[in-house]
Structure formats: structure tokens, C-alpha cells
């Protein structure tokens, strides 16, 4: 049975057709299209903007075209959508012209044409529009569909400026900020985000936001006031639908801490914009405990909701909750499975993941599959399995040992700056396997490894003072790399500190102090990680 208001929703919609009258017709279709005094129907909005269109309307066309170009309640068709703007253009639609251009500028559902995209811009200028001009100058500056002129896309630009055009604020102001073509002027580029942002340009909230939070204490006396300041810029911006503001406001509460009631504002915002990106770092918050108690119920359900959209960073992670049994049973099908799938979307970091998988499950038959993912990983660009699949070459997992592929993939690793790769190269330098002995690069590369932070490297150096192996013997050097090595956990090191006092290398016998090391060795082994 229909209720009140679907019949007097009826009863508007028979009599608005029955005028005739495209303009109100058009009206009608965009309160069913928006859901604006009606109930939202994507279906009834269009075929009313149909009923006008065959009119020659071109709202009621250009709003049509709209429909199908987002797939708003019919499945997207790029050419129909095409066919509707040119119709809409032809009846003076300026929006349609604009929106033909952006079109055939970045091919949208066609073939790129730079030339139609001008010629577009060009009719919509004439007509006297400001946000062509804006486009014009964008098209001189990218040389599309006319021989690229900086001096006059800017020229182009300041006079949008003047005409108050906020976009092209935004792009002369992020011009100015990242020194594109202009002279680099962070002042200059400020003002023009300000103005935009005036204007209501969610683009410049975004950006001038992201200023607000990069900003160093030198430049500003209160960091933390330059970040609620770029907070409310966001969410001026998120209401404005802008989910890179959304993105990085969640970002923003994941480096720094607000108030327990911001973070639940936060929860709110995200699940509200719908924001892959942002549903990702809202569930790592949760996974972590920042901002928020930790919850693993809830990261597991977001993380779950990201699956369900082909989020591979989300099945990554969700992987690793079920392997640990993090706010789930562990279940390491399920973490296979979900590797698995983000492998055939084509992410590389899954396939690092899969194989650690293989090598580190107990089972040593399963090496070789680690291996020939890795592989892969390597050939697709992934470089930060370079370093596991040397370190596989260089141990003779999943195969036959290869010192020379090992030997190569270290160099490349180290070449991007991997510590680890560095470590295990000046081993192979050291010991003279798959390459010459070479005492002073191994030493080299062992201290670049320890400026990077790397406790084994510390202890393989202190090591080699003690034990004069490849380099002049020093018990000195040899208990100061070992203590720092101690103070990241590295308990190799720990013990050998409590052999030197025990046995009084370079120093006094002190049993008390051999006592306290190996205390502490034995204690860090037994703590649960």
C-alpha cells in the first residue's frame, strides 16, 4: 500500500510532465536525482530528464550525461554520454562544453584529442565563461592543443585570478608553492590558497592544510596549533566531499594525538566518506592503539570492508592478523588465501609477504615456492625482496646455493640503501665466498650499515676487533660496538660482553659485571616479543 507521500510524490510527478514544461520537468528529475524533497531515485531522475531532453533541453542533457558518465542508476556508456554533452553544447550548455573538453584532454572513455579539447574550451571562452580561461591557460602550459607558452598560460591564469576564478587559484598558488615554471614563493602561494579557500575550494583547504602541518617550529612558534588549524581546513574540505583532505586528515591523527573524542569524530568522518585509503589507516589506528584503545575487532572488521573492495594493502594486513591471530583465531589458510588474492591483483608487496610465508612455516618444502616468488617480485620491480632473495641465494634455500646472484642482488640492495644487504655483503667480503677476500670493504660497509642503525652489523664488527679478524685487534672498539649493539636487543652481543669481563679481555677480570650481562642476555631470550 502507498503511503502520503509516495502519492503525493505521484501526483507532482503526473502533473509536472503533463505541463510540459522542460524547465520544471528538469527541476523534477533533479529532485529525484539529488533526493531533494523526494525520496532519491536514480531511475525516475532519469527518464524525467529523458522526457526533457527529447525536448532539447540542455540541463536536462547535460544532467542525462552526467548519469551515465558515473553510472547513476545505469550501467556507465562513455558514448552515450559523450553523444549527450555535444547535444547539450549545440543548445549553448557552457558546462557541457567544459566538461567535452576535459573529456577529450584526458580520454575519457575516448581517444585523446587535443585538439577537440581546445576547440571545446575555446567555444565555452567565447561564451565568456571564466573556468575556461582557467583551462585555456592550463592547455598553454601543457603545450595541449596548442604550442606550449608559460608566459601566457600565467598571464592566462592571473587574469582568472582577477575575474575571482578559485580554481585557478588553487593551481597558480600550488604553481608558486612547488615552483612550477614560476619562481618558488611559499608567501605568494599561501595568499592564493587563502583566497580560494574563501571561495569555497575544497582543492586549496587540502593543500593549504598540508602547509599548515609541515610547517617546523622555526616558521611557527605553536606546531600544535598549525595542526588543529590544518584540521579544521580538512574538514571544511571533507564536507565539501574532498577524500584526499579526508585521507590526510587520518593521517594527520595517526603522527600526532588529539583529544579521545577528535579520534571518535574521526571513526565518524571516515566511515562516512567511504574512502578506501582512509578505512586503511583508521584500521592500522586501531591495530596500533593510536588514538583509540586498541581494538583488533574493530581493525579486523575494517580491514575486512577494505577486502571487499580489492584493497590489496587491506588483505596485506588482514593476512598477518590471521597468521598472529590478532582479534581472530589464527588461521593461516586464511592468510594464504587472502595473499593469494592480492597476488593475482597484481601487488608485488603480497608477494614478498607469501613468500616469507613459505620460508619462515616450518616446512622446507616449501622453500622453493618462496623462492621462485621472490623471483618474480624482483623481476616486477618489488626492491625490497631483493635482500630475502640474496640472503635465500646466499643460504642455498629452495635450491642450490648461488653466490653470484647472491653477490649481485646484495650490491643492488645496498645500491638503495638496505642495511641488512649491506651486513651480509661484508660477510661475503670477509669470508671470500662468491667473491675475493677484501678485508677493507667488508669493514666499510659494515660501518655503513651500522650508521643506518643495524645491531647485527655492530656485532659483527665489534666481533672482528675482538677477535683481529680482518682488522688491527681492539677490545676497546670491540666492547663499545658490542654495548650498542646490546642496547638494541641484539643478545649475541650481550653474551660476548660477559665473556670480556670474565676473562678480563683488555680489562680487569669483573665477574660482577659478566654476572649482569649474561643476566640480561638470558632475560631479553626469555621475554615473550
Avoid at 584493497?311 to 594486513?317: A, K
Wanted: glycine fraction near 8%.
Amino acid at each position: 500500500m502507498e503511503t502520503n507521500r509516495q502519492i503525493n510524490e505521484k501526483i507532482l510527478t503526473q502533473s509536472i510532465i503533463r505541463s510540459g514544461n522542460p524547465d520544471k520537468i528538469c527541476k523534477l528529475g533533479t529532485m529525484f536525482h539529488l533526493g531533494k524533497g523526494v525520496e532519491q531515485n536514480y531511475s525516475k531522475a532519469r527518464i524525467i530528464y529523458k522526457i526533457a531532453a527529447d525536448k532539447g533541453h540542455g540541463d536536462s542533457l547535460y544532467n542525462l550525461a552526467s548519469m551515465y558518465i558515473f553510472g547513476e542508476g545505469v550501467e556507465k556508456n562513455y558514448d552515450t554520454a559523450r553523444e549527450l554533452y555535444e547535444k547539450a553544447s549545440q543548445v549553448g550548455v557552457v558546462d557541457a562544453m567544459l566538461k567535452l573538453s576535459e573529456i577529450y584532454e584526458e580520454g575519457i572513455g575516448c581517444t585523446i584529442d587535443y585538439e577537440k579539447a581546445y576547440s571545446f574550451c575555446k567555444q565555452a571562452l567565447d561564451k565568456g565563461n571564466v573556468s575556461a580561461l582557467t583551462g585555456l591557460a592550463m592547455m598553454y602550459k601543457n603545450g595541449h592543443g596548442v604550442t606550449q607558452n608559460m608566459e601566457k598560460a600565467i598571464k592566462l591564469l592571473k587574469k582568472s585570478v582577477q575575474k575571482k576564478d578559485d580554481h585557478a587559484m588553487y593551481l597558480l598558488a600550488k604553481m608558486y608553492k612547488n615552483g612550477d615554471c614560476v619562481e618558488q614563493n611559499e608567501k605568494r602561494a599561501i595568499i592564493l590558497y587563502k583566497m580560494a579557500v574563501d571561495l569555497g575550494n575544497s582543492f586549496a583547504m587540502n593543500e593549504l592544510a598540508s602547509i599548515f602541518v609541515t610547517y617546523e617550529k622555526s616558521k611557527h612558534p605553536s606546531v600544535q596549533d598549525n595542526y588543529v588549524t590544518a584540521r579544521n581546513l580538512y574538514e571544511r574540505a571533507i564536507a565539501l566531499g574532498n577524500n584526499d583532505a579526508l585521507y590526510n586528515l587520518t593521517i594527520l591523527c595517526g603522527c600526532t594525538l588529539f583529544d579521545t573524542e577528535y579520534y571518535e569524530k574521526l571513526h565518524k568522518l571516515v566511515l562516512n566518506g567511504g574512502d578506501v585509503r582512509s578505512t586503511f589507516e583508521l584500521s592500522l589506528m586501531y591495530q596500533r592503539g593510536h588514538g583509540f584503545v586498541k581494538d583488533y575487532a574493530k581493525s579486523l572488521e575494517l580491514f575486512e570492508h577494505n577486502v571487499q573492495l580489492n584493497d590489496t594493502n587491506s588483505m596485506n594486513e588482514l593476512a598477518i592478523m590471521y597468521l598472529l591471530g590478532q582479534g581472530t583465531q589464527k588461521n593461516e589458510i586464511k592468510c594464504v588465501e587472502l595473499l593469494e588474492k592480492a597476488v593475482t591483483l597484481g601487488d608485488t608487496n603480497a608477494l614478498c609477504n607469501l613468500a616469507n610465508y613459505y620460508l619462515h612455516n616450518g616446512d622446507p618444502s616449501q622453500q622453493s615456492k618462496a623462492r621462485q616468488l621472490l623471483e618474480k617480485s624482483v623481476e616486477l620491480g618489488e626492491h625490497k625482496c631483493l635482500y630475502m632473495l640474496a640472503n635465500i641465494c646466499d643460504q642455498g634455500k629452495g635450491g642450490d646455493v648461488d653466490y653470484k646472484t647472491a653477490f649481485d642482488l646484495y650490491q643492488k640492495a645496498v645500491s638503495i640503501g638496505d642495511a641488512r644487504a649491506m651486513n651480509s655483503l661484508a660477510i661475503m667480503y670477509g669470508s671470500g665466498h662468491g667473491v675475493d677476500v677484501d678485508y677493507e670493504k667488508a669493514k666499510n660497509l659494515l660501518e655503513m650499515s651500522i650508521e643506518m642503525g643495524n645491531p647485527l652489523a655492530m656485532y659483527n664488527l665489534a666481533f672482528a676487533y675482538e677477535q683481529g679478524f680482518g682488522v688491527q685487534q681492539d677490545y676497546s672498539k670491540a666492547r663499545e660496538l658490542y654495548e650498542k649493539a646490546s642496547e638494541h636487543g641484539e643478545t649475541q652481543s650481550m653474551l660476548r660482553l660477559s665473556e670480556i669481563y670474565e676473562q678480563g679481555k683488555g680489562i680487569p677480570v669483573d665477574s660482577m659485571k659478566a654476572t649482569e650481562w649474561q643476566e640480561k642476555a638470558d632475560k631479553f631470550m626469555t621475554e615473550p616479543k
